[in-house]
Protein backbone atom coordinates (compact mmCIF):
# COMPACT_ATOMS: atom_id res chain seq x y z
CA UNK A 1 0.00 0.00 0.00
CA UNK A 2 2.77 2.63 0.75
CA UNK A 3 4.88 1.48 -2.23
CA UNK A 4 1.87 2.65 -4.16
CA UNK A 5 1.44 5.80 -2.70
CA UNK A 6 4.97 6.34 -2.74
CA UNK A 7 5.47 5.53 -6.83
CA UNK A 8 2.27 7.81 -6.89
CA UNK A 9 4.04 10.73 -5.39
CA UNK A 10 7.10 10.56 -7.49
CA UNK A 11 4.92 10.26 -10.80
CA UNK A 12 3.36 13.48 -9.61
CA UNK A 13 6.71 15.02 -8.98
CA UNK A 14 8.39 14.21 -11.74
CA UNK A 15 5.34 15.43 -13.76
CA UNK A 16 5.57 19.25 -12.18
CA UNK A 17 9.31 18.76 -13.20
CA UNK A 18 8.40 18.42 -16.57
CA UNK A 19 6.12 21.26 -16.49
CA UNK A 20 8.98 23.41 -15.33
CA UNK A 21 11.04 22.00 -18.30
CA UNK A 22 8.33 22.30 -20.35
CA UNK A 23 8.13 26.13 -19.20
CA UNK A 24 11.95 26.42 -19.44
CA UNK A 25 12.42 25.43 -22.71
CA UNK A 26 9.71 27.81 -23.88
CA UNK A 27 11.18 30.58 -22.21
CA UNK A 28 15.05 29.32 -23.47
CA UNK A 29 13.83 29.06 -27.22
CA UNK A 30 12.60 33.10 -27.22
CA UNK A 31 15.52 34.16 -25.60
CA UNK A 32 17.74 32.07 -27.88
CA UNK A 33 19.40 34.96 -30.84
CA UNK A 34 18.17 33.32 -34.50
CA UNK A 35 14.78 34.71 -36.15
CA UNK A 36 12.50 31.84 -36.68
CA UNK A 37 11.04 33.34 -39.47
CA UNK A 38 13.74 34.53 -40.97
CA UNK A 39 14.82 30.86 -42.41
CA UNK A 40 10.83 30.42 -43.72
CA UNK A 41 10.91 33.81 -45.41
CA UNK A 42 11.79 33.68 -49.21
CA UNK A 43 14.13 36.77 -50.02
CA UNK A 44 12.17 37.52 -52.66
CA UNK A 45 9.00 38.01 -50.18
CA UNK A 46 7.77 41.20 -49.68
CA UNK A 47 6.96 42.81 -46.05
CA UNK A 48 3.63 42.79 -45.89
CA UNK A 49 3.56 38.44 -46.89
CA UNK A 50 6.51 38.18 -44.27
CA UNK A 51 4.23 40.13 -41.59
CA UNK A 52 1.30 37.68 -42.25
CA UNK A 53 3.13 34.56 -42.18
CA UNK A 54 4.55 36.00 -38.55
CA UNK A 55 0.92 36.39 -37.90
CA UNK A 56 -0.32 33.18 -38.99
CA UNK A 57 2.44 31.56 -36.59
CA UNK A 58 0.72 33.62 -33.98
CA UNK A 59 4.27 34.94 -32.97
CA UNK A 60 2.53 38.72 -32.95
CA UNK A 61 0.68 37.52 -29.71
CA UNK A 62 1.89 37.98 -26.41
CA UNK A 63 4.46 35.46 -24.67
CA UNK A 64 2.07 34.45 -22.44
CA UNK A 65 -0.86 33.79 -24.85
CA UNK A 66 2.31 31.99 -27.21
CA UNK A 67 2.98 30.01 -23.84
CA UNK A 68 -0.82 28.90 -23.48
CA UNK A 69 -0.95 27.86 -27.00
CA UNK A 70 2.40 25.92 -26.31
CA UNK A 71 1.19 24.12 -23.68
CA UNK A 72 -1.78 23.45 -25.48
CA UNK A 73 0.02 21.95 -28.44
CA UNK A 74 1.91 19.94 -26.12
CA UNK A 75 -1.13 18.17 -24.53
CA UNK A 76 -2.78 17.61 -27.97
CA UNK A 77 0.52 16.45 -29.46
CA UNK A 78 1.13 19.08 -32.35
CA UNK A 79 4.50 20.08 -31.99
CA UNK A 80 4.13 21.61 -35.78
CA UNK A 81 5.89 21.14 -39.16
CA UNK A 82 9.49 20.41 -39.07
CA UNK A 83 11.26 23.35 -41.17
CA UNK A 84 13.86 21.22 -42.63
CA UNK A 85 11.60 17.64 -43.54
CA UNK A 86 8.32 19.39 -43.98
CA UNK A 87 6.63 17.18 -42.22
CA UNK A 88 4.76 16.93 -38.42
CA UNK A 89 7.81 16.78 -35.74
CA UNK A 90 5.44 14.34 -33.86
CA UNK A 91 5.93 11.70 -36.59
CA UNK A 92 9.90 12.06 -36.99
CA UNK A 93 10.11 11.61 -33.17
CA UNK A 94 7.83 8.84 -33.25
CA UNK A 95 10.45 7.27 -36.14
CA UNK A 96 13.38 8.35 -33.97
CA UNK A 97 12.55 7.17 -30.25
CA UNK A 98 11.96 3.86 -30.49
CA UNK A 99 15.82 3.84 -31.93
CA UNK A 100 17.36 5.39 -29.43
CA UNK A 101 15.56 3.97 -26.39
CA UNK A 102 16.05 0.07 -27.76
CA UNK A 103 19.91 0.86 -28.51
CA UNK A 104 20.35 2.88 -24.89
CA UNK A 105 17.73 0.32 -22.75
CA UNK A 106 19.58 -2.71 -24.44
CA UNK A 107 23.51 -1.06 -23.31
CA UNK A 108 22.63 0.09 -19.78
CA UNK A 109 20.74 -3.41 -18.98
CA UNK A 110 24.21 -5.07 -20.47
CA UNK A 111 26.51 -2.71 -18.91
CA UNK A 112 24.84 -2.54 -15.53
CA UNK A 113 24.29 -7.03 -15.25
CA UNK A 114 27.60 -7.14 -16.77
CA UNK A 115 29.29 -4.48 -13.91
CA UNK A 116 27.27 -5.42 -11.12
CA UNK A 117 28.79 -9.31 -12.16
CA UNK A 118 32.10 -8.46 -12.25
CA UNK A 119 32.10 -5.68 -9.80
CA UNK A 120 30.83 -8.09 -7.06
CA UNK A 121 33.84 -11.03 -8.05
CA UNK A 122 36.30 -8.44 -7.89
CA UNK A 123 35.40 -7.41 -4.51
CA UNK A 124 35.55 -10.31 -3.17
CA UNK A 125 38.41 -11.49 -4.27
CA UNK A 126 40.20 -7.92 -2.93
CA UNK A 127 43.69 -7.53 -3.87
CA UNK A 128 44.36 -10.64 -5.57
CA UNK A 129 45.27 -10.28 -9.44
CA UNK A 130 42.30 -11.09 -11.05
CA UNK A 131 40.91 -7.71 -8.76
CA UNK A 132 44.24 -5.10 -9.36
CA UNK A 133 43.96 -6.51 -12.70
CA UNK A 134 39.76 -6.12 -13.81
CA UNK A 135 40.21 -2.92 -11.52
CA UNK A 136 42.86 -0.99 -13.76
CA UNK A 137 40.93 -2.19 -17.08
CA UNK A 138 37.49 -0.83 -15.71
CA UNK A 139 39.39 2.59 -15.27
CA UNK A 140 40.68 2.57 -18.50
CA UNK A 141 37.35 2.00 -19.63
CA UNK A 142 36.36 4.67 -17.41
CA UNK A 143 38.67 7.26 -19.16
CA UNK A 144 37.37 6.18 -22.53
CA UNK A 145 36.58 9.05 -25.21
CA UNK A 146 33.90 8.25 -26.15
CA UNK A 147 33.78 9.82 -30.02
CA UNK A 148 37.22 8.17 -30.42
CA UNK A 149 36.57 4.50 -29.30
CA UNK A 150 33.53 4.89 -31.69
CA UNK A 151 35.65 5.40 -35.00
CA UNK A 152 38.32 3.26 -33.74
CA UNK A 153 35.72 0.67 -33.76
CA UNK A 154 34.17 1.69 -37.03
CA UNK A 155 37.93 1.90 -38.52
CA UNK A 156 38.66 -1.86 -37.07
CA UNK A 157 35.88 -4.01 -37.26
CA UNK A 158 33.90 -2.29 -40.21
CA UNK A 159 36.76 -0.91 -42.11
CA UNK A 160 39.50 -3.11 -42.07
CA UNK A 161 38.00 -6.36 -40.72
CA UNK A 162 34.29 -5.78 -42.58
CA UNK A 163 32.91 -7.72 -40.01
CA UNK A 164 30.16 -4.86 -39.23
CA UNK A 165 28.13 -2.61 -41.92
CA UNK A 166 29.99 0.72 -41.32
CA UNK A 167 26.81 2.79 -40.10
CA UNK A 168 23.04 3.19 -40.31
CA UNK A 169 20.58 0.54 -38.34
CA UNK A 170 19.15 -1.31 -41.29
CA UNK A 171 20.58 -2.80 -44.84
CA UNK A 172 18.11 -1.61 -47.38
CA UNK A 173 18.17 -4.52 -49.29
CA UNK A 174 17.00 -6.80 -46.81
CA UNK A 175 14.40 -4.55 -45.90
CA UNK A 176 12.86 -4.39 -49.71
CA UNK A 177 12.50 -7.89 -50.14
CA UNK A 178 9.55 -8.87 -49.62
CA UNK A 179 10.35 -12.30 -48.33
CA UNK A 180 11.89 -11.15 -45.33
CA UNK A 181 10.23 -12.25 -42.27
CA UNK A 182 10.42 -10.61 -38.45
CA UNK A 183 13.45 -12.56 -37.54
CA UNK A 184 15.62 -11.46 -40.77
CA UNK A 185 15.20 -8.20 -40.24
CA UNK A 186 15.81 -7.85 -36.40
CA UNK A 187 19.03 -9.76 -37.14
CA UNK A 188 20.01 -6.76 -39.73
CA UNK A 189 19.06 -4.46 -36.97
CA UNK A 190 21.28 -6.19 -34.29
CA UNK A 191 24.11 -7.05 -36.80
CA UNK A 192 23.98 -2.69 -36.96
CA UNK A 193 23.47 -2.43 -33.49
CA UNK A 194 26.51 -4.37 -32.23
CA UNK A 195 29.51 -1.51 -32.72
CA UNK A 196 27.25 1.34 -31.21
CA UNK A 197 26.12 -1.52 -28.71
CA UNK A 198 29.87 -2.09 -28.03
CA UNK A 199 31.08 1.26 -27.72
CA UNK A 200 28.14 1.85 -25.11
CA UNK A 201 28.79 -1.03 -23.07
CA UNK A 202 32.66 -0.95 -22.91
CA UNK A 203 31.97 3.48 -21.87
CA UNK A 204 29.60 2.40 -18.91
CA UNK A 205 30.04 -0.99 -17.73
CA UNK A 206 33.58 0.56 -16.51
CA UNK A 207 31.50 2.77 -13.72
CA UNK A 208 28.93 0.29 -12.92
CA UNK A 209 31.97 -2.09 -11.96
CA UNK A 210 33.86 0.59 -9.80
CA UNK A 211 30.81 1.27 -8.27
CA UNK A 212 29.33 -2.30 -7.59
CA UNK A 213 33.10 -3.20 -5.99
CA UNK A 214 32.90 -0.08 -3.34
CA UNK A 215 30.25 -1.00 -2.55
CA UNK A 216 30.28 -4.73 -1.71
CA UNK A 217 33.57 -3.66 -0.26
CA UNK A 218 31.35 -1.60 1.94
CA UNK A 219 28.57 -3.89 2.11
CA UNK A 220 31.42 -6.78 3.34
CA UNK A 221 32.20 -5.04 6.18
CA UNK A 222 28.88 -5.07 7.61
CA UNK A 223 27.69 -6.90 10.72
CA UNK A 224 25.08 -8.79 8.91
CA UNK A 225 27.67 -10.46 6.89
CA UNK A 226 29.58 -11.67 9.82
CA UNK A 227 25.97 -13.14 11.30
CA UNK A 228 25.89 -14.83 7.96
CA UNK A 229 28.76 -16.25 8.45
CA UNK A 230 28.31 -17.36 11.89
CA UNK A 231 25.45 -19.38 10.64
CA UNK A 232 27.34 -21.48 8.92
CA UNK A 233 26.25 -20.45 5.55
CA UNK A 234 28.69 -21.02 2.30
CA UNK A 235 30.84 -18.43 0.88
CA UNK A 236 28.69 -18.41 -1.67
CA UNK A 237 25.36 -17.54 -0.37
CA UNK A 238 27.11 -15.20 2.13
CA UNK A 239 27.98 -13.34 -1.24
CA UNK A 240 25.20 -13.76 -3.30
CA UNK A 241 22.58 -13.74 -0.95
CA UNK A 242 23.29 -11.58 1.66
CA UNK A 243 26.55 -9.17 0.29
CA UNK A 244 25.00 -8.83 -3.23
CA UNK A 245 21.69 -7.52 -2.68
CA UNK A 246 22.57 -5.22 -0.63
CA UNK A 247 25.20 -3.86 -2.77
CA UNK A 248 23.15 -3.71 -5.51
CA UNK A 249 21.62 -0.10 -4.24
CA UNK A 250 23.79 2.40 -4.55
CA UNK A 251 24.35 0.88 -8.39
CA UNK A 252 21.03 1.09 -9.16
CA UNK A 253 21.28 5.02 -7.84
CA UNK A 254 23.65 5.70 -10.09
CA UNK A 255 21.81 4.09 -13.05
CA UNK A 256 19.30 6.71 -12.74
CA UNK A 257 21.83 9.53 -12.02
CA UNK A 258 23.59 8.32 -15.12
CA UNK A 259 20.84 8.00 -17.36
CA UNK A 260 20.91 11.63 -18.57
CA UNK A 261 24.38 11.42 -19.31
CA UNK A 262 24.21 8.54 -21.13
CA UNK A 263 21.74 10.15 -23.43
CA UNK A 264 23.94 13.27 -23.95
CA UNK A 265 26.63 10.70 -25.14
CA UNK A 266 24.25 8.81 -27.30
CA UNK A 267 24.20 11.99 -29.34
CA UNK A 268 27.83 11.76 -29.84
CA UNK A 269 27.29 7.74 -30.21
CA UNK A 270 24.40 7.70 -32.70
CA UNK A 271 26.25 10.53 -34.66
CA UNK A 272 29.03 8.45 -34.70
CA UNK A 273 27.45 5.44 -36.16
CA UNK A 274 24.79 7.29 -37.59
CA UNK A 275 22.18 6.41 -35.71
CA UNK A 276 18.93 7.54 -36.64
CA UNK A 277 17.87 7.90 -32.60
CA UNK A 278 16.41 11.15 -30.96
CA UNK A 279 19.99 12.34 -29.86
CA UNK A 280 21.31 12.70 -33.65
CA UNK A 281 18.14 14.51 -34.68
CA UNK A 282 18.81 17.05 -31.98
CA UNK A 283 22.35 17.80 -33.31
CA UNK A 284 20.55 17.98 -36.74
CA UNK A 285 18.10 20.13 -35.74
CA UNK A 286 19.91 22.56 -33.74
CA UNK A 287 22.55 23.08 -36.56
CA UNK A 288 20.17 23.67 -39.23
CA UNK A 289 17.74 26.40 -36.72
CA UNK A 290 14.80 23.59 -37.07
CA UNK A 291 13.03 25.32 -34.00
CA UNK A 292 9.89 22.76 -33.73
CA UNK A 293 11.55 19.60 -33.99
CA UNK A 294 14.56 20.46 -32.02
CA UNK A 295 12.18 21.74 -29.21
CA UNK A 296 10.39 18.35 -29.34
CA UNK A 297 13.56 16.46 -29.09
CA UNK A 298 14.19 18.21 -25.90
CA UNK A 299 10.95 17.51 -24.30
CA UNK A 300 10.89 14.23 -25.32
CA UNK A 301 14.66 13.19 -24.31
CA UNK A 302 13.81 14.47 -20.83
CA UNK A 303 10.54 12.77 -20.42
CA UNK A 304 12.49 9.28 -21.45
CA UNK A 305 15.04 10.31 -18.62
CA UNK A 306 12.47 11.64 -16.20
CA UNK A 307 10.62 8.02 -17.21
CA UNK A 308 13.97 5.75 -16.91
CA UNK A 309 14.54 7.72 -12.97
CA UNK A 310 10.50 6.73 -12.24
CA UNK A 311 11.89 3.12 -12.99
CA UNK A 312 14.39 2.98 -11.20
CA UNK A 313 12.85 4.53 -8.26
CA UNK A 314 10.41 1.58 -8.56
CA UNK A 315 13.58 -1.00 -8.51
CA UNK A 316 15.03 0.43 -5.32
CA UNK A 317 11.82 0.66 -4.01
CA UNK A 318 11.53 -3.50 -4.56
CA UNK A 319 15.04 -3.80 -4.00
CA UNK A 320 15.12 -2.12 -0.62
CA UNK A 321 12.22 -2.71 1.88
CA UNK A 322 13.14 0.12 3.94
CA UNK A 323 11.66 2.36 1.49
CA UNK A 324 8.95 0.26 0.67
CA UNK A 325 7.61 -0.41 4.21
CA UNK B 1 36.44 -34.00 28.79
CA UNK B 2 34.93 -30.77 28.90
CA UNK B 3 32.93 -29.35 25.87
CA UNK B 4 35.06 -26.69 25.47
CA UNK B 5 39.00 -26.88 25.93
CA UNK B 6 40.90 -23.31 24.93
CA UNK B 7 44.53 -23.74 25.42
CA UNK B 8 47.72 -21.26 25.41
CA UNK B 9 45.57 -19.78 22.58
CA UNK B 10 47.34 -16.94 21.23
CA UNK B 11 45.73 -14.40 18.54
CA UNK B 12 47.38 -11.58 16.56
CA UNK B 13 46.25 -9.42 13.85
CA UNK B 14 48.42 -8.34 11.02
CA UNK B 15 48.90 -4.65 10.47
CA UNK B 16 51.32 -2.69 8.09
CA UNK B 17 53.77 -1.81 11.04
CA UNK B 18 53.67 -4.85 13.63
CA UNK B 19 52.35 -8.09 14.29
CA UNK B 20 49.87 -6.76 17.02
CA UNK B 21 49.26 -9.67 19.48
CA UNK B 22 45.33 -9.28 20.49
CA UNK B 23 44.98 -12.18 23.00
CA UNK B 24 48.08 -13.80 25.01
CA UNK B 25 48.10 -17.42 26.12
CA UNK B 26 44.19 -18.02 27.13
CA UNK B 27 43.78 -20.63 28.72
CA UNK B 28 39.93 -21.94 30.16
CA UNK B 29 37.23 -25.27 29.93
CA UNK B 30 33.84 -24.70 30.14
CA UNK B 31 31.62 -27.56 30.56
CA UNK B 32 28.09 -28.43 29.38
CA UNK B 33 25.44 -25.73 31.10
CA UNK B 34 27.56 -23.71 32.41
CA UNK B 35 28.35 -19.91 32.08
CA UNK B 36 31.63 -17.72 31.78
CA UNK B 37 32.14 -14.35 31.29
CA UNK B 38 35.38 -12.52 29.40
CA UNK B 39 35.17 -8.78 31.19
CA UNK B 40 36.86 -6.14 30.43
CA UNK B 41 37.47 -2.96 28.96
CA UNK B 42 37.30 -2.04 24.90
CA UNK B 43 40.01 -3.49 23.12
CA UNK B 44 41.21 -5.81 25.53
CA UNK B 45 40.80 -9.01 23.61
CA UNK B 46 37.61 -10.22 24.39
CA UNK B 47 35.62 -10.42 21.02
CA UNK B 48 38.99 -11.37 19.22
CA UNK B 49 38.50 -14.50 21.65
CA UNK B 50 35.26 -15.09 20.78
CA UNK B 51 35.50 -14.83 17.09
CA UNK B 52 38.47 -16.76 17.19
CA UNK B 53 36.32 -20.27 18.89
CA UNK B 54 33.83 -20.05 15.52
CA UNK B 55 37.09 -18.97 13.20
CA UNK B 56 35.46 -15.61 11.87
CA UNK B 57 38.46 -13.68 12.65
CA UNK B 58 38.39 -10.24 9.92
CA UNK B 59 40.93 -11.32 7.27
CA UNK B 60 44.21 -9.80 8.80
CA UNK B 61 43.41 -11.64 12.01
CA UNK B 62 45.21 -14.88 12.67
CA UNK B 63 45.71 -17.94 15.70
CA UNK B 64 48.94 -17.83 16.40
CA UNK B 65 49.34 -20.89 18.46
CA UNK B 66 47.39 -22.92 20.49
CA UNK B 67 44.53 -25.44 20.90
CA UNK B 68 40.57 -25.12 20.51
CA UNK B 69 39.06 -28.68 21.15
CA UNK B 70 34.91 -28.55 20.82
CA UNK B 71 33.36 -32.08 21.73
CA UNK B 72 36.57 -33.75 20.63
CA UNK B 73 37.07 -31.78 17.31
CA UNK B 74 39.82 -29.71 16.74
CA UNK B 75 38.36 -26.44 15.76
CA UNK B 76 40.72 -24.81 14.33
CA UNK B 77 42.28 -27.75 12.66
CA UNK B 78 39.26 -28.13 10.68
CA UNK B 79 38.33 -27.77 7.49
CA UNK B 80 36.17 -25.21 6.07
CA UNK B 81 33.41 -27.19 4.76
CA UNK B 82 33.15 -29.20 8.43
CA UNK B 83 33.47 -25.91 10.53
CA UNK B 84 30.55 -24.06 8.38
CA UNK B 85 28.81 -27.35 9.71
CA UNK B 86 29.42 -27.00 13.02
CA UNK B 87 28.83 -23.07 13.07
CA UNK B 88 25.05 -22.24 14.41
CA UNK B 89 24.36 -25.90 14.36
CA UNK B 90 26.87 -26.54 18.11
CA UNK B 91 28.08 -23.05 18.44
CA UNK B 92 25.51 -20.29 18.03
CA UNK B 93 26.72 -16.38 18.91
CA UNK B 94 24.45 -13.54 20.11
CA UNK B 95 25.56 -10.42 18.78
CA UNK B 96 27.04 -6.92 20.07
CA UNK B 97 25.55 -5.11 17.35
CA UNK B 98 21.87 -6.59 16.77
CA UNK B 99 20.90 -3.44 15.24
CA UNK B 100 23.03 -4.51 12.32
CA UNK B 101 23.15 -7.92 12.75
CA UNK B 102 19.89 -8.68 10.50
CA UNK B 103 20.41 -8.32 6.74
CA UNK B 104 18.68 -4.91 6.43
CA UNK B 105 16.62 -6.01 2.90
CA UNK B 106 15.59 -9.93 4.04
CA UNK B 107 12.92 -10.38 6.76
CA UNK B 108 13.79 -11.83 9.96
CA UNK B 109 11.61 -14.63 9.50
CA UNK B 110 13.61 -15.70 6.46
CA UNK B 111 17.00 -15.13 8.32
CA UNK B 112 16.21 -17.52 10.95
CA UNK B 113 14.95 -20.37 8.41
CA UNK B 114 17.87 -20.01 6.18
CA UNK B 115 19.52 -21.26 9.49
CA UNK B 116 17.27 -23.52 10.24
CA UNK B 117 17.10 -25.07 7.15
CA UNK B 118 20.71 -24.75 6.34
CA UNK B 119 21.54 -27.23 8.90
CA UNK B 120 18.78 -29.29 8.49
CA UNK B 121 18.19 -29.53 4.46
CA UNK B 122 15.35 -32.11 5.00
CA UNK B 123 12.87 -29.75 6.99
CA UNK B 124 9.68 -28.69 5.31
CA UNK B 125 8.93 -24.84 5.38
CA UNK B 126 6.41 -25.42 7.48
CA UNK B 127 7.67 -27.39 10.56
CA UNK B 128 10.51 -24.96 9.90
CA UNK B 129 8.03 -22.28 10.99
CA UNK B 130 6.38 -23.90 13.31
CA UNK B 131 9.99 -23.67 14.70
CA UNK B 132 10.37 -20.18 14.57
CA UNK B 133 6.92 -19.78 16.06
CA UNK B 134 8.04 -21.31 19.13
CA UNK B 135 11.31 -19.74 18.89
CA UNK B 136 9.17 -16.52 19.45
CA UNK B 137 7.15 -17.81 21.89
CA UNK B 138 10.21 -18.32 23.95
CA UNK B 139 11.63 -14.72 23.47
CA UNK B 140 8.25 -13.06 23.77
CA UNK B 141 7.53 -11.37 20.65
CA UNK B 142 4.27 -12.00 18.91
CA UNK B 143 4.38 -14.45 16.10
CA UNK B 144 2.55 -12.22 13.42
CA UNK B 145 6.34 -10.21 13.43
CA UNK B 146 8.14 -12.94 12.48
CA UNK B 147 8.07 -11.74 8.70
CA UNK B 148 8.69 -8.12 9.39
CA UNK B 149 11.88 -6.64 8.24
CA UNK B 150 14.66 -5.95 10.63
CA UNK B 151 13.84 -2.02 10.62
CA UNK B 152 10.33 -2.75 11.43
CA UNK B 153 11.66 -3.93 14.80
CA UNK B 154 12.30 -1.81 18.00
CA UNK B 155 15.92 -2.36 19.19
CA UNK B 156 14.90 -5.11 21.91
CA UNK B 157 13.08 -6.97 19.58
CA UNK B 158 15.87 -6.89 17.35
CA UNK B 159 18.24 -8.52 20.05
CA UNK B 160 15.35 -11.15 21.27
CA UNK B 161 15.00 -12.11 17.78
CA UNK B 162 18.84 -12.73 17.66
CA UNK B 163 18.34 -14.61 20.88
CA UNK B 164 15.36 -16.64 18.97
CA UNK B 165 17.83 -17.38 16.15
CA UNK B 166 21.29 -18.21 18.25
CA UNK B 167 18.95 -21.09 19.72
CA UNK B 168 17.07 -22.42 16.58
CA UNK B 169 19.27 -25.29 16.17
CA UNK B 170 19.49 -26.51 19.75
CA UNK B 171 23.40 -25.31 20.46
CA UNK B 172 25.76 -27.02 22.79
CA UNK B 173 27.37 -23.62 22.74
CA UNK B 174 26.37 -19.80 22.97
CA UNK B 175 28.83 -17.15 22.65
CA UNK B 176 27.28 -14.17 23.42
CA UNK B 177 29.13 -10.84 22.59
CA UNK B 178 27.66 -7.64 24.22
CA UNK B 179 24.11 -8.81 23.91
CA UNK B 180 22.57 -5.83 25.85
CA UNK B 181 25.00 -2.97 25.04
CA UNK B 182 22.82 -1.29 23.11
CA UNK B 183 19.67 -1.38 24.81
CA UNK B 184 18.44 0.78 27.52
CA UNK B 185 18.13 -0.86 31.50
CA UNK B 186 14.92 -2.15 31.65
CA UNK B 187 15.12 -3.78 28.31
CA UNK B 188 18.69 -4.74 29.44
CA UNK B 189 17.86 -6.33 32.30
CA UNK B 190 14.92 -8.82 30.71
CA UNK B 191 16.71 -9.66 27.85
CA UNK B 192 19.55 -10.56 30.52
CA UNK B 193 17.04 -13.02 32.16
CA UNK B 194 15.61 -14.41 29.13
CA UNK B 195 19.16 -15.27 28.12
CA UNK B 196 19.95 -16.65 32.18
CA UNK B 197 16.53 -18.84 32.22
CA UNK B 198 16.81 -20.44 28.36
CA UNK B 199 20.62 -21.19 29.50
CA UNK B 200 19.87 -22.86 32.13
CA UNK B 201 16.52 -24.74 30.69
CA UNK B 202 17.99 -25.84 27.64
CA UNK B 203 21.62 -26.68 29.62
CA UNK B 204 23.55 -24.84 26.96
CA UNK B 205 27.13 -23.58 27.68
CA UNK B 206 27.13 -20.09 27.46
CA UNK B 207 30.42 -17.78 27.12
CA UNK B 208 29.19 -13.96 27.93
CA UNK B 209 31.52 -11.02 26.86
CA UNK B 210 30.61 -7.96 28.19
CA UNK B 211 32.72 -5.02 29.44
CA UNK B 212 30.32 -4.35 32.54
CA UNK B 213 30.95 -6.81 34.98
CA UNK B 214 28.30 -6.71 37.02
CA UNK B 215 25.83 -7.74 34.33
CA UNK B 216 28.62 -10.61 33.98
CA UNK B 217 28.19 -11.00 37.63
CA UNK B 218 24.32 -11.75 37.48
CA UNK B 219 24.78 -13.91 34.43
CA UNK B 220 27.39 -16.13 34.93
CA UNK B 221 29.15 -18.92 37.08
CA UNK B 222 32.73 -18.14 36.07
CA UNK B 223 34.18 -14.58 35.55
CA UNK B 224 37.60 -14.47 33.52
CA UNK B 225 39.24 -10.76 33.59
CA UNK B 226 40.54 -9.53 30.60
CA UNK B 227 43.09 -7.13 30.43
CA UNK B 228 45.25 -6.10 27.52
CA UNK B 229 45.10 -9.81 25.89
CA UNK B 230 45.56 -11.55 28.68
CA UNK B 231 43.12 -13.12 31.70
CA UNK B 232 44.20 -11.64 34.53
CA UNK B 233 42.05 -13.05 37.21
CA UNK B 234 39.41 -16.22 36.90
CA UNK B 235 37.41 -18.07 38.81
CA UNK B 236 33.99 -18.95 40.37
CA UNK B 237 31.89 -15.22 40.43
CA UNK B 238 31.32 -14.99 44.14
CA UNK B 239 34.93 -15.76 44.54
CA UNK B 240 36.20 -12.88 41.63
CA UNK B 241 33.16 -10.47 42.56
CA UNK B 242 33.78 -11.00 46.52
CA UNK B 243 37.22 -10.67 46.95
CA UNK B 244 38.67 -9.68 44.05
CA UNK B 245 43.12 -10.19 43.97
CA UNK B 246 44.13 -8.43 40.87
CA UNK B 247 44.86 -5.01 40.98
CA UNK B 248 43.06 -4.36 37.90
CA UNK B 249 40.21 -6.58 38.70
CA UNK B 250 39.96 -4.11 41.93
CA UNK B 251 39.81 -1.01 39.90
CA UNK B 252 37.06 -2.22 37.59
CA UNK B 253 34.97 -3.10 40.65
CA UNK B 254 35.61 0.53 41.80
CA UNK B 255 34.42 1.85 38.89
CA UNK B 256 31.61 -0.13 38.84
CA UNK B 257 28.33 2.36 39.29
CA UNK B 258 26.51 0.37 42.37
CA UNK B 259 22.62 0.82 42.76
CA UNK B 260 22.87 4.22 45.00
CA UNK B 261 24.61 5.94 42.42
CA UNK B 262 27.51 6.24 44.30
CA UNK B 263 31.52 4.71 43.79
CA UNK B 264 31.81 2.03 46.05
CA UNK B 265 35.18 2.39 46.24
CA UNK B 266 36.75 -1.19 47.12
CA UNK B 267 40.26 -0.60 46.82
CA UNK B 268 41.28 2.74 48.47
CA UNK B 269 44.49 2.46 46.56
CA UNK B 270 43.66 2.15 43.06
CA UNK B 271 40.98 4.42 42.26
CA UNK B 272 42.24 5.78 39.34
CA UNK B 273 39.63 4.00 36.43
CA UNK B 274 41.46 1.75 33.91
CA UNK B 275 42.75 2.98 31.06
CA UNK B 276 44.79 1.38 28.14
CA UNK B 277 48.57 3.16 28.32
CA UNK B 278 50.30 4.25 25.32
CA UNK B 279 53.30 2.68 26.07
CA UNK B 280 53.92 -0.33 23.83
CA UNK B 281 52.79 -3.68 25.75
CA UNK B 282 56.00 -5.72 26.87
CA UNK B 283 55.51 -9.31 25.84
CA UNK B 284 56.62 -10.78 29.23
CA UNK B 285 55.74 -8.35 31.78
CA UNK B 286 52.88 -7.45 34.20
CA UNK B 287 50.41 -5.28 31.31
CA UNK B 288 49.37 -3.57 34.08
CA UNK B 289 52.23 -2.57 35.45
CA UNK B 290 51.98 1.47 34.24
CA UNK B 291 49.28 1.59 36.07
CA UNK B 292 49.09 -0.70 39.22
CA UNK B 293 49.39 1.63 42.42
CA UNK B 294 50.89 -1.36 43.86
CA UNK B 295 53.37 -2.26 41.12
CA UNK B 296 57.29 -2.70 42.95
CA UNK B 297 60.66 -3.26 41.00
CA UNK B 298 59.57 -7.05 41.03
CA UNK B 299 56.69 -6.25 38.10
CA UNK B 300 59.12 -4.30 36.47
CA UNK B 301 61.40 -6.73 35.80
CA UNK B 302 59.91 -10.09 35.97
CA UNK B 303 56.88 -11.63 34.19
CA UNK B 304 53.96 -12.16 36.90
CA UNK B 305 53.36 -15.93 37.34
CA UNK B 306 49.58 -17.57 37.68
CA UNK B 307 48.65 -18.00 41.63
CA UNK B 308 45.75 -20.15 43.21
CA UNK B 309 44.11 -18.30 45.64
CA UNK B 310 41.32 -21.21 45.92
CA UNK B 311 41.50 -24.71 43.64
CA UNK B 312 39.10 -22.62 41.52
CA UNK B 313 39.97 -19.05 41.95
CA UNK B 314 43.56 -18.14 40.46
CA UNK B 315 45.40 -14.30 39.34
CA UNK B 316 48.32 -13.40 37.54
CA UNK B 317 49.66 -11.26 39.50
CA UNK B 318 53.21 -11.12 41.02
CA UNK B 319 52.10 -9.59 44.10
CA UNK B 320 49.46 -11.71 45.53
CA UNK B 321 50.75 -14.59 47.87
Known amino acids: ?325 | MALLEVENLTIAYKTRRETAIAADRVNFSLERGRSVGIVGESGCGKTTLGMALLRLLPSNGFVKKGRVTFDGMDLLSLPDTRMQRVRWKRIAMIFQAAMNAWNPVQRIGDQILEAIRTHDPKITKAEAVKQVEQLYELVEIPADRIFDFPHQYSGGMKQRAIIAMALACSPDLIIADEPTTALDVIVQDQILQKIKAIQKEKNIALIFISHDIGVVAGVCHEIMVMYRGKIVEAGRREEVFEVPVHPYTRALLSSYLTIDGVFEIRDKQSPAPPCTPAEPLSKELCGYVHLCPHASEACRSRPPQWREITPTHKVLCSLCR
Open chain 1, 1 to 325: MHFRKLIFRRIIEVMAIFFLILTGLFLLFHLSPGDPVSRMVQPGMSAEDASMLISQLGLDQPLWLQYLYYVKNFFTGNFGISFHYGQPVIHIIGRRLPNTILLFTTSVILSAAAGVFWGKLVAWYKGRPIDTWVTILALVCHTLFLPWIALLFIWIFAYHVGWFPLNGMITPEVWINPSAGFLTKAADIGHHMLLPLLTLFIIHVGSYLLIMRSSMLETLKEDYILTARAKGLSEKRVRNRHAAPNAYLPVVTSIGLSLAFSINGGALTETVFSWPGIGRELIFAVSNNDYPLALACFLFISLVVLVANVIVDVLYAYLDPRIRY
